[in-house]
């Protein structure tokens, strides 16, 4: 081999995948050529695309030098590109400075990432990619469920001994097949797709209720719950389900096991990051179901959403129901997700090489290589903080919410305006007391005696009004205006004086007051009373 | 009846009138607070008109039967979008009772003055009443008795107090006069000034305090005349200088200001409940006078002094784009696809007697399951709470009418906005160009919604003359034309 002699580009080596059954290959010709562009030599081991239909030849016409062994590919490798999870002898085969891209499930894989964090080598895990617009290019779990979601319809074709459209032949009339899809993510959608463009009559579920119009446009039917739930909303966790209430789950079984004697594929993919599966599919869902049915279960790989669901394995149930719990789905189609794989990768590379002079920059201000990476620099950098930008835009919107202050903070905040309060309330109080007093000392106590019922007065309404609702401010106005005419008392007073002058002025500032009070009043009525309540 | 009973059915009295002012805090005790006014309203007057010296019983009564059945025709005639109006004329009712209450006291006294000179005395003298002849005492009315009574420095307080009332019940009175011209549009609405402006206002007000002073001298009752004249002059400039945006604010300074008249007329009757009662309508009147201008961002002194403050600081920042018209189909097919629509109804809802046509697209969304609901600016209107009334008067329910702190959040999540007949209260340029007239002043962010319709009678910019981007808007429609034809064309086409 001299394709590293004199040649300081940085190689990107793609391994055999070495786990049982595994198709796919993390680099395909056409992605090496774009590789290149990139300014990177590319490597591989030989036959890792064998499985995928792509052969030594092809690599080596695309310029891919092609190692003996998956030893001499590792040492070669500046960036190794792999598909499925390193297995512990690949972890221990990392160096320092080296870069993995790969699937890696850092949730699960502490002592992955311990390990290839003490060989220093950084770790881009495909898992990872946040779900953000400009990153969806990269989003390989996207492109591998979509696959998942065909092939899952594909896979349930087999095992289905029926059309799955409806036809008049001259044979005899097909009903059509009744497809049921639980959980409308990508790999859901993609089901839906499929299942309807083969002519079934197809209905999707989901918890978010705001994927009812996704579902519709796949031309499925929105299977709708009857429930009023507020979902967290889906632009925080990412685009992905949160756990729903134990009441919703009732209704959702409830309504599924109504449907269970009709349908005769379900397909279910639902699942909830970090969680196990959700048992959406009963046994005795199963038990219902008519003979030669199918369930495609997507969520073996956690548990399955079907209570018989076996991992990587198909089972008929007693009564003739096939449970297939594959979950290699997108290994099934190797070619295909092989392609979309690899251009995730390829696209990986395009991000962490801004200058497209095969030297990768890992910006770790950037929010898609930052989440996505898991060790840099000798530093597990898993988990990552929240990305600054919202996966879902469309709700997204939400202003900023009010920053969490620690309790601390709180309480420091709250005793800071205590105190001003504090300080603004003794200040009033001081200069007003300090007023009264001045007022009492020339004014006699006659006056005094009216000027505290003035005073007490004051503070009463203010406390009183503060307290009125907004949207009754007119009828308040109206309120207060009928009780000012109080000042009738004063007229009232006067009206039996000698003087003419003075009875009849006291006479008409009696009969005016008169009209406030009454029309104030009666007004104040009428507007309260349209006040309803829905 | 002893006085002991009268002061006790006034602290009754005072009570009720707590109670209703507090009953107002919500909908349903608010119906409830309304009796208890009225009950404390009725104990104060019959326990004055039972009270000591009191003798014009028919007249008095009769009076305010005449009263009750022409406040019982303003009350039920009047339509819900002129109440504005009947709250700014009932105002001016008060002022003028307190300017006469007033003038009856200064009489009064000098009678008063003149009895005891004619007895060879000196009223307010230390014993001097007590050295009246009984014969002179025994037919002078309670008034006249009370004041007969005071001391020397009692009378000079006395005095203050009537100049205050009548002063401040003149002000109240023209005041209220002309915000009732211009929120009835008798009055023109643009803020005018005659030459000389805020001097004039100030001359006036230092005049009044100069023949304050020569009354309190004994200058005798030409100056206090005088003085009543000069307040009627500030309360009509004062007025007429502010535009018809800030209406909320006047409305409610004169609601107070009535209020401080009725206590001060208190004072110099030396009647309790008048001062409690006054207090209360005082401070109310205050409140909301501070809720308002908090809700433009303005210092009161600004609105005040009229028009939108001092010249913005540097040029506003120029609008882009254009208004983009619409017809009654798309606004429909808008609202059909919608599932949660927030409507933000102005003074020109009011204007067009829109609301009974709003109520009835509200019914026919909300049947279909939308999520309809109303925002409303604290100062949307021309009276504080007004829109408010309006709309519960066309019965939308007062649930889903929610204030700008509520559902200002929601704005994002929104499908459809409608904005009808409202202008500044939903500017943008309030939030974003630091040199815009408005800015600061908080506003309802409709812009933030998917999709804005903008119901308006043309493409001017209404009273306060500030160009609104939100026009301009990209997600912004212009639906032309009157609110009410315009809403009641949504009708049949929402289904």
Redesign the interface.
């Known amino acids: 081999m001299t394709t590293t002699s004199g040649d300081d580009r940085l190689k990107i080596g793609t391994p055999k995948e070495v786990l049982d059954g595994e198709n796919r290959v993390a680099m395909t010709p056409d992605s090496a050529l774009q590789l290149q562009k990139l300014g990177y030599e590319c490597g591989i081991e030989a036959g890792a695309g064998h499985a995928a239909g792509f052969s030594d030849k092809d690599y080596k016409d695309a310029g891919v030098s092609v190692h003996k062994t998956a030893a001499a590919l590792w040492k070669a490798s500046d960036i190794v590109a792999k598909v499925r999870v390193p297995t512990d002898a690949d972890v221990k085969r990392l160096r320092d400075g080296q870069t993995l891209i790969s699937f890696f499930n850092p949730a699960e894989n502490e002592k992955g990432l311990e390990t290839a964090a003490k060989k220093g080598a950084t770790v881009v895990a495909m898992e990872m990619v946040p779900r953000i617009s400009r990153a969806q290019k990269m989003d390989a779990l996207s492109s591998m469920a979509n696959i998942a979601g065909y092939r899952a319809v594909i896979e349930a074709g087999n095992n289905f001994g029926r059309f799955f459209t409806g036809q008049v032949t001259a044979a005899g009339k097909v009903p059509p097949a009744k497809v049921l899809v639980v959980g409308a993510g990508v790999a859901g959608l993609a089901a839906i797709g499929t299942s309807t463009s083969l002519g079934a009559i197809t209905y999707a579920f989901d918890v978010r209720p705001e994927v009812a119009e996704q579902i519709e446009s796949m031309g499925a039917e929105f299977v709708f719950l009857d429930f009023e739930e507020k979902q967290t909303d889906g632009a925080l966790t990412g685009g992905y389900a949160s756990p729903s209430s134990p009441e919703f789950q009732a209704k959702q079984l409830e309504k599924f096991r109504e449907m269970a004697p009709d349908i005769d594929i379900v397909i279910t993919t639902a699942l909830i990051p970090g969680r196990p599966a959700p048992k959406l599919w009963t046994k005795d869902m199963v038990e219902m179901m008519k003979p030669g049915s199918v369930v495609i279960d997507l969520a073996a790989e956690r548990g399955g959403n079907c209570d018989l669901t076996v991992m990587d394995e198909k089972i008929v149930s007693d009564n003739g129901v096939t449970i297939v719990g594959y979950t290699d789905f997108p290994s099934r189609m190797a070619a295909q997700s092989s392609t979309l794989y690899a251009t995730n990768i390829r696209h990986m590379m395009t991000d962490l090489t801004p200058e497209k002079d095969g030297t990768p920059v890992h910006d770790m201000e950037d929010d898609v290589i930052r989440g996505s990476t898991v060790t840099h620099a000798g530093e597990v950098t898993y988990p990552p903080p929240p990305p600054k930008v919202n996966a879902i835009a469309q709700q997204a919107k939400k202003p900023e919410p009010p920053k969490e202050l620690t309790p601390e903070e709180k309480r420091e905040a709250e005793t800071a305006a205590f105190k001003k309060q504090t300080i603004n309330q003794v200040t009033l109080l001081g200069i007003g007391g300090f007023l009264l007093l001045a007022v009492g000392l020339v004014a006699p106590a006659s006056f005094m005696q009216h000027f505290i019922v003035f005073v007490l007065s004051v503070f009463v309404g203010f406390q009183v009004i503060w307290n009125v609702s907004h949207s009754l401010h007119t009828p308040l106005m109206a309120v207060t205006n009928a009780i000012s005419s109080i000042i009738i008392l004063g007229a009232v007073i006067q009206i039996g004086s000698s003087s003419v002058i003075i009875t009849i002025l006291a006479a008409l500032a009696v009969f005016m007051a008169a009209i406030n009070i009454f029309g104030g009043f009666l007004v104040t009525r009428r507007m309260l009373a349209m006040f309803q309540k829905s | 009846m002893e006085f002991g009973f009268t002061t006790a059915a006034y602290v009754v009295a ?1 009570i009720l ?2 109670f ?3 009953g ?4 349903e005790s ?2 409830r ?2 009796w208890y ?2 009950v ?2 009725a104990i ?2 019959l326990a ?2 039972i ?1 000591p ?4 019983w028919p ?2 009564i009769m ?6 059945i ?3 025709q ?3 005639r ?1 339509q ?1 979008t002129q ?1 504005p109006e ?2 700014a004329i ?2 001016s ?2 002022g ?3 300017v ?2 007033g ?3 200064d ?2 006294i000098n ?1 008063m003055e003149a009895l005891f000179a004619s007895n060879d005395l000196v009223l307010g003298a230390e014993g001097a009443y007590a050295s009246l002849p009984s014969e002179v005492k025994e ?6 008795t009370l004041i007969a009574k005071k ?1 020397a ?2 009378v000079t ?1 006395l005095k203050v107090e009537l100049v205050l009332g009548i002063w401040i019940g003149a002000v109240t009175f023209t005041g209220s006069v002309i915000a009732y011209g211009k929120l009835a549009g008798k009055v023109d609405t643009s803020a005018k000034q005659l030459p000389g402006g805020h001097a004039l206002n100030a001359g006036a007000a230092g005049l009044s305090l100069l023949f304050t002073i020569m009354y309190l001298a004994g200058s005798g009752s030409w100056t206090l005349v005088l003085l009543t004249l000069l307040a009627l002059f500030i309360g009509y400039h004062l007025i007429m200088g502010i535009g018809g945006a800030d209406m909320p604010v006047v ?2 300074m004169l ?1 107070s200001y ?2 401080w ?3 001060a ?3 110099s ?17 205050a ?2 006078s501070y ?1 308002m201008c908090k809700a433009m961002n303005r210092s009161f002194v600004s609105v005040i002094l009229g028009g939108w403050g001092g010249a913005a600081a540097g040029e506003q920042q120029a609008v882009e784009g254009e208004q983009v018209a619409i017809d009654a189909d798309g606004v429909a097919a808008a609202l059909n696809d919608a599932s949660s629509v927030i409507i933000v109804p102005g003074y020109g809802m009011a204007v067009a007697q829109a609301q009974q046509a709003v109520s009835e697209l509200t019914n026919k969304m909300r049947a279909k399951g939308k999520e309809v609901r109303f925002a ?1 600016h ?1 100062v949307a209107g021309r ?4 829109m ?2 309006l709309l ?2 066309a ?1 939308v ?5 929610l ?1 700008m702190d509520e559902i200002n ?1 929601d704005f ?2 929104t499908d459809v906005v409608i904005v009808i007949g409202s202008n500044d209260i939903v500017n943008p340029a309030a939030q974003d160009d630091p040199n815009s007239p408005i800015a600061g002043m908080p506003v309802l962010e409709v812009w ?1 919604a998917k999709q804005v319709f903008v119901s308006k009678r043309g493409q001017g910019t209404g009273y306060s003359g500030i160009e609104n981007p939100l026009f301009f808007k990209e997600n912004t429609r212009m639906f032309y034309g009157d609110a009410k034809d315009s809403v009641s064309k949504l009708l049949p086409l929402v289904e």
């Open positions: 005072a009138f707590i209703s002012l507090g107002l805090s919500g909908q608010a119906k607070a309304v006014g009225i404390g309203m104060a007057v004055t008109l009270g010296g009191q003798v014009f007249l008095t009076l305010i039967i005449l009263g009750a022409i406040g019982y303003l009350a039920t009047v819900m109440m009947l709250v009932m105002h009712l008060v003028l009772a307190a006469f209450v003038f009856n006291a009489i009064m009678q037919p002078l009315s309670s008034f006249g001391l420095v009692e307080i409305v409610s609601n009535s209020g008249a009725a206590a007329i208190g004072f009757l030396g009647n309790d409940l008048l001062i409690v009662v006054g207090a209360l309508v005082g401070s109310s009147g409140i909301l809720i409303i604290p009276l504080p709470g007004h408010n009334v519960a008067e019965k329910p007062y649930d889903i009418v204030e959040e994002p999540e933030k």
